[in-house]
């Protein structure tokens, strides 16, 4: 399945720093200085130029954007935390199935792989995207995560929920003492799986955050990477097929994951970690309408950031 219409890169992407000499800052402060300026917001101009990583978050120009397709982006390089592309990262949003990602992550630090499941009437009936599993079916604890994981399946994600938490109640005060704990001081958990919630919302920022820690586990990280598996419950023969929803996986060398989102207040979200060349980005999308076509362009530059041709 192609990606959506491409949208082209910069040859030479700004990298964020750019040395005055001292005749263009004398010029420039006289012109500042004769438009009522004061001469000292040169100076500070080429001090925020030199300054942190996150001088990009202003420019979307850069990726011939007239406007910021979605609410919130965050790009970063993992290996030395340079911040690449940011804009609204600290505002609250509502997560959708991004918040699948903390509850693996309490399910993988409190139960096994191997535990056994029994689907609850609650979990059956679990609405929007589901496998449609019965009352009574017995899954491996690993299998339900797979399906929760790769297609987002709310029922085996109830299903999970409630083997770990004892309810859904129970498991969410998991996920949010998790949260508190992680530093996440912009999330908050109404739900194990994601529906919309007036309490139910996070950050770019923070997802950011809580991707970094659950990729560091080895299971949680072969969870996300798998493009197609086949899930069956120990109690019966029936076969579920999953393929994976994160359409970036096999097309773009070096998608390791992470998870798709949506919701009608949510809108479509991604969460990608890409490896290529001896650089680790990570990119979190929160309400984009083209979230691919924006991934995609945004990996690209991170690359072109990270590896420029010499």
Not at 31 to 46: D, E, I, N, R, V
Request: with cysteine.
């Amino acid at each position: 399945m192609a990606l959506e219409d491409q949208i082209g890169l910069p040859h030479r992407p700004w990298n964020g720093r750019r040395n005055l000499s001292p005749v263009t800052l004398l010029v420039g402060c006289l012109f500042l200085w004769s438009a009522g300026a004061p001469p000292t917001a040169l100076a500070k101009a080429q001090h925020n130029t030199q300054g942190a990583v996150r001088s990009l978050h202003y420019a979307p120009h850069v990726l011939h954007w007239k406007r910021i397709p979605a609410h919130s982006i965050l790009l970063k390089e993992l290996r030395s935390g340079r911040v690449l592309f940011e804009h609204d990262i600290e505002k609250r949003l509502s997560p959708a199935s991004l918040t699948k990602i903390m509850s693996a992550l309490v399910i993988l630090e409190r139960a096994r792989l191997d535990d056994l499941a029994t689907v609850s009437k609650n979990a059956a009936r679990a609405p929007k995207t589901h496998l449609r599993i019965k009352v009574g079916e017995v899954f491996r604890l690993g299998d339900l995560l797979k399906a929760m994981m790769m297609v987002s399946a709310n029922d085996a994600c109830l299903a999970a929920v409630e083997h770990v938490g004892g309810d859904e109640a129970q498991f969410v005060t998991l996920m949010n003492a998790k949260a508190a704990a992680l530093g996440l001081s912009d999330t908050h958990f109404s739900n194990g799986c994601g529906f919309d919630g007036p309490d139910h919302y996070s950050t770019a920022d923070d997802l950011a955050k809580l991707s970094e820690v659950a990729m560091r586990n080895a299971t949680f990280r072969n969870l996300v990477k798998a493009e197609r598996e086949i899930i069956t419950p120990v109690s019966g023969y029936r076969a579920y097929v999953l393929h994976n929803t994160n359409r970036l996986l096999g097309r773009i060398p070096g998608v390791e994951g992470v998870k798709t989102g949506f919701t009608s207040k949510a809108g479509r979200c991604l969460i990608a970690k890409v490896s290529q060349n001896g650089s680790d980005l990570l990119l979190v999308i929160l309400n984009s309408n083209r979230r691919w076509t924006t991934a995609k362009s945004l990996i690209d530059y991170g690359f072109r950031l990270t590896n420029p041709i010499q």
